[in-house]
């Protein structure tokens, strides 16, 4: 009797090890980037804007956490892509050339297939992968998404405006919206299903296939990248959000994009998978400040697009998951490098030991409030670093800015030091103030630049 009730003990200490470690373990979390294209700095609420109303990105950030410094690895499109998929400066991957910085229709490179992807390494644990969105890492078929670890493509291969037809600079900002005036295709899978794509309908249309892949994968692990066409010039809304913002054109664009992250949010809580899913929204560079009205703002940071000033690379940077994400206001630094650690992080996935990754694990920053390991960050523009920063000081030795056919170029004899908690708008040099924090960091530059082999520009072939 009593070796009868002792293995009926033993027994029950079993079960209950194993429901234990199902509680601790549960279903493998679903990840989801909304990936925002040329949104600047302070084109959201809760990053301060004051006539742009955000409230579902607010409640992101408000339940979540809301990085005040976050940074994409590049100040243009292909190569903050393929950063943010790869954790690796895009130097490292052949998206950094001497001429083009982005890719064109007539581009013939694309992403190396042999850099490794975070869709690459989810699916190794058995994830369901999709992008709902635009790519703009090549265009022809050997670099679709489909040959870079997603199971699932709905979206357009390179940016809005490219393939234009009958478009001018002045046309742009003052004409009426015309798809026509663009030759842009849209792509499900490996197949053109839509050209010109009709962009009115384009946000409202990535929703919809977001909510239908979430709902068919909530029994399984997935993993959703949404980069957005919007907010890039040229601006498209569907007719119920057109003329409905303080803001204008560029308001009813940021109106639509908010209620599609409002729907994302709805779907997961409808499907009970709310509390098991890691929500990033971010973007993937500053504001096209040539675009005037149409394009965004970096409120008080300098610059914008295409520059290594604050306004071109700072970013926001949003984190969600309830219970799991502790919410708050974070201040450290992070990057869109740091997303493929954290993200093998929280799932367990197993990121690659034969090459050189740029990225931190922030999950000990998003669950527990940590202070964040990432303490530097480097400005690179094409294959130079024009700035680099460490901790709260940022230098620069190169200054440029972008989107002029002026010269602006200037390679400074010595290099500029920015306090940059204190003085995030970059206007008081403190180099002659602090000149070993000066020599610090081009000491870090100098260590960094020993580990970087340049590949042939991916860009420059075409």
Not at 112 to 130: C, D, H, M, R, V
Not at 198 to 207: A, G, N, P
Not at 366 to 387: G, V, W
Request: proline share 6%; glycine share 8%; with cysteine.
């Amino acid at each position: 009797m009593r070796y009868r009730v002792l293995f009926l003990l033993v027994v029950i200490m079993a079960i209950l090890s194993c429901q234990h470690n199902n509680e601790l373990t549960g279903p493998s979390p679903n990840v989801i980037i909304i990936f925002m294209d040329d949104l600047g700095y302070a084109d959201v609420g809760c990053y301060g804007h004051p006539t742009i109303e955000t409230p579902n990105i607010d409640r992101l950030a408000r339940e979540g956490q809301q990085w005040t410094s976050f940074y994409t690895a590049s100040s243009v499109c292909s190569p903050s892509r393929g950063a943010l998929l790869t954790g690796r400066y895009p130097i490292r991957i052949g998206l950094a050339g001497d001429h083009q910085r982005v890719f064109f229709p007539n581009s013939i490179g694309g992403l190396p297939t042999e850099e490794i992807t975070i869709a690459e390494i989810l699916k190794e644990q058995g994830y369901s992968t999709g992008i709902i969105g635009k790519w703009h890492l090549g265009h022809l078929l050997r670099y679709l998404p489909t040959e870079q670890g997603f199971d699932y493509y709905y979206g357009i291969p390179y940016s809005n405006d490219m393939d234009g037809v009958k478009w001018s600079l002045e046309t742009l900002l003052t004409d009426t919206p015309d798809i026509n005036m663009w030759n842009v295709p849209l792509m499900e899978n490996e197949e053109i299903i839509e050209r010109p794509a009709d962009q009115f309908t384009i946000t409202k249309r990535y929703t919809k296939k977001a909510m239908e892949f979430i709902t068919k994968h909530r029994e399984d692990p997935f993993f959703l990248y949404m980069p957005h066409s919007m907010v890039h010039t040229p601006l498209f809304a569907s007719e119920e959000f057109q003329e409905t913002s303080r803001r204008g054109q560029f308001g009813d664009v940021m109106a639509e994009v908010d209620w599609s992250v409002g729907q994302i949010m709805n779907t997961l809580e409808e499907l009970d998978i709310d509390d098991n899913t890691l929500i990033v929204f971010t973007s993937d560079n500053g504001p096209w400040l040539l675009m005037r009205e149409d394009g965004g703002s970096a409120g008080l940071l300098k610059d914008g697009k295409g520059t290594t000033w604050e306004g071109g690379m700072r970013v926001p940077g949003v984190f969600h998951m309830p219970g799991t994400v502790q919410p708050g206001i974070i201040h450290d630094m992070g990057s869109t490098l740091d997303l493929m650690p954290t993200i093998a992080s929280l799932t367990g996935a197993q990121l690659p030991d034969d090459r050189i990754l740029d990225g931190f694990d922030l999950m000990p920053v998003l669950t527990e409030r940590q202070d964040s390991p990432r303490n530097h960050f480097f400005y690179y523009r094409k294959t130079e670093i024009y700035a680099a920063r460490l901790n709260e000081y940022k230098a620069h030795f190169i200054t440029e800015t972008a989107y002029t056919l002026e010269k602006t170029r200037d390679d400074l004899e010595s290099p500029l030091l920015f306090q940059i908690e204190e003085d995030p708008g970059e206007h008081f040099d403190r180099s002659s103030r602090y000149p070993d924090i000066v020599s610090e960091i081009g000491d870090l530059v100098e260590q960094h630049q020993k580990t970087v082999v340049i590949k042939d520009a991916e860009m420059d072939r075409y």
